[in-house]
């Protein structure tokens, strides 16, 4: 019998629990700074951190490695959480009108920014959740990426009445035009015929998603999203988030934004005058960055050692996060804000986002690769 | 290596960004904050999500 003395499992338990004192101590701080509703919301962002980080569940890479290896699993936990998150959206959208869902105009800017977000989001090996849950972590290329999120999204909504200005027609929402059964009956076939020929497709032997992970984290993302809906009153999204920090800095270094078309509508105004703590995005956003980080820290894996950086792929990352923010703009969202929630609002416009910008990830990959990337 | 060093630096921006916010921006009315949920309340403003125009 060994010798060797044990740590009572109290002792070992203090460590191990420390990093998770910080989920109520969040919520509390939220919730006595800027309110009960915003309080709620760090607590959803920190479960969308948390999931996604646990899981690797990464819009990103699950495209990449169905384009490349044609291993269905990813894009199919993504066709899962659309799915399940849109059989509770859609009823609650169809019978609440104080909810919005994210419907956005059918425009020129949606193709081009959707393809443009999606070469971009390969090269920075992130999307706008990716970016910020990998940030969060210490993820070297994310957190190089992030400041040209924040510039780049504020400036695409800045000039986001110019991109229109190439034509647009307006937003469609299937809730509207089909009813609540119709919607989920033909988005939800469409997926489902999506999934199917992705898993026909199928070449890969083995996946990165090993185990049921992946798919209790689509089920929680999609639990998650409509409990952001039912607190924010709007779906969840990314990138408003950053473009609004921009318009806040700017406004600090003394730029009047009240000309613009975007920022300087009245509510927008104000919006940018009021605390940061305040706008649902920004605090689902920070809990997602704080999430991600406290998995990262249970498990030893933040601030990844992924060897030295070449100087190039700093400065790739660097132009992908504007271009990933400056393109999220044109294209009404990310993979989150148009994608996910798009669709799972059952707006049309989700649907060309994802084609667009899957065209445009195949691009990215080849881009890429010329730069010298892992993965 | 880690790369501890970026990953505080990103940290420490990220919360000076928030504290300055707090700072700068315009006092917040306790008495006007929303209710807890927005579901079977009064529709939000519809300022802050990435669909807008």
Known sequence: MSSVARPHPAVGAVPRLAPWAVVPLAWFAVTWVAGVRQGLLVLVGLGFGAVLAATAFGFTTGWRVWLRQRDPTGLLAQFLAIGLAMLGTVPLLATHPELSGAVAPLSWSLVLGAFVFGAAMQVADGCGSGTLYKAGLGHPASIAAFPGLVIGSFLGAAHQDWWLSWGSLPGVSLVETLGAGGTIAAQGAALVVLGALAWRARRATGTRWVGRGVWIGAILLAVLGVANLVIAGQPWGIVYGPGLWGAKIVTWLGADLSGNAFWGTEARMAQVAAPVLDDVTTITNLGLLAGSLLVAARRGTACPDLGPVPMRQWLAAIVAGLVLGYSSRLAFGCNVGAFFSGISSGSLHGWVWFAAAFAGSTLGIRLRERLGMKG | ?53
């Open chain 2, 1 to 53: 290596m880690r790369r501890i060093g970026l990953a505080l630096a990103f940290w420490a921006a990220l919360a000076g960004f928030v504290v300055l916010d707090a700072t700068r921006s315009a006092p917040r009315d306790r008495f006007a904050e929303p209710p807890p949920l927005a579901l079977g309340n009064e529709r939000a403003s519809g300022a802050g999500h990435c669909s807008g125009k």
